[in-house]
């Protein structure tokens, strides 16, 4: 129990909850990262609310939800998706509201237009920190996908409200740092003037490259493998190896190392074009802060050379100083519960 809990922010993905509390003078108290994969059973919601209801035995706690989880294909649409999700909240025992990108920012749970609901974790991040810098790019770089927020004047650029004209717009990558297929990355790699090809077949993901290159928290390794054996670095090496047509043997860990280091670059100077492609169109300084969060956030750092780059924490309260910083991995949580401390005040 946490008897400090004021405020809840809750961010329910499809493999994953993200809970973040605040106290009553919106210091963060409370982080969970918790597995939850909704796409082989909805009904694992019901587990995940039970433990929302178990965090305090205070009714008067004020909790809000974004949600990405309609996107599960166990639903047959995302509107459906939805119902479903918000059917289980409305079981959650606090005060609790829905975040919307419309004027209201939160509704409640008869709300007709669930087209203002959906999929719109990334745009609270916006929303909260338009509040406190004029010209950002935020790059949420999570598990499975990259967000970017493109704040300009103190106003959300952001053009696309849904994933497929987010896709199409540059504003969201479907690429992650966990769960993403290595060849959703590349096709093929170079390597000593030869194109080597990777296989289309999900024998590992971006868990494996970055678990033997040592860039992944243990806290947030939290998936299973693609092959649903246990996580360590010789089943990662053994995996990559399988994606390139290969039997893994000690004599060739240096190699794989080699092609493992190649996909990683691929995948963080997409990162990196895209984010020069997004301030250039919407006529951004290039001098903008760069603003990073998600459970990726230290890989791209080494990455982005620039001055101008500020951590998430910069912008939250806690009086442990870790909290501040645990809380970024988990941005549109943490920006949802402030949101809500704001307007509730």
Not at 186 to 212: G, H, Q, V
């Amino acid at each position: 129990m946490n008897k400090k809990l004021l405020y809840l922010g809750i961010d329910i993905g499809g493999a994953h909850i993200k809970i973040v509390g605040l106290d009553q003078f919106k210091n963060i108290c409370l982080i969970k990262y918790r597995k939850c994969y909704l796409w082989e059973d909805p009904k694992k919601l019901k587990q995940e609310i039970n433990f929302i209801n178990s965090l305090s035995n205070n009714k008067n706690i004020f909790c809000g939800i974004t949600m990405t989880a309609e996107l599960c294909d166990i639903f047959p649409d995302r509107l459906t998706g939805a119902k479903v999700i918000i059917s289980h909240c409305k079981k959650i025992k606090f005060n609790t509201f829905l975040y919307s990108y419309s004027e209201k920012i939160f509704e409640k749970f008869q709300s007709r237009n669930l087209s203002n609901l959906i999929s719109m974790n990334w745009h609270s991040i916006g929303r909260y920190l338009a509040k406190f810098v004029n010209n950002a790019i935020v790059i949420d770089f999570g598990s499975t996908s990259t967000d970017f927020i493109c704040i300009k004047n103190g106003k959300i650029m952001n053009k696309a409200f849904n994933d497929f004209t987010r896709l199409l717009n540059g504003e969201m990558l479907y690429t992650g740092l966990i769960r993403t297929p290595i060849f959703a990355i590349k096709k093929n790699i170079k390597y000593k003037s030869k194109n080597i090809s990777i296989i289309p077949e999900y024998f590992s993901n971006t868990s494996d490259i970055y678990r033997i290159n040592k860039k992944i928290k243990k806290e947030f390794d939290i998936d299973d493998e693609t092959d649903f054996s246990d996580k360590n670095i010789i089943g990662s090496y053994k995996r990559i190896a399988r994606s390139f047509g290969m039997d893994y043997h000690s004599s060739d860990k240096l190699f794989i190392k080699k092609l493992s280091e190649n996909i990683m670059n691929e995948q963080l100077n997409m990162i990196l074009k895209n984010t020069k492609k997004l301030l250039s169109k919407y006529n951004m300084n290039k001098k903008s802060n760069i603003i990073l969060s998600g459970i990726g956030q230290e890989v791209l750092k080494e990455l982005f050379n620039i001055k101008k780059i500020k951590l998430l924490e910069n912008y939250f309260k806690s009086k442990n100083p870790l909290n501040k910083k645990l809380a970024t991995y988990h941005a549109p949580a943490a920006c949802i519960a402030g949101l809500l401390a704001e307007i509730i005040e």
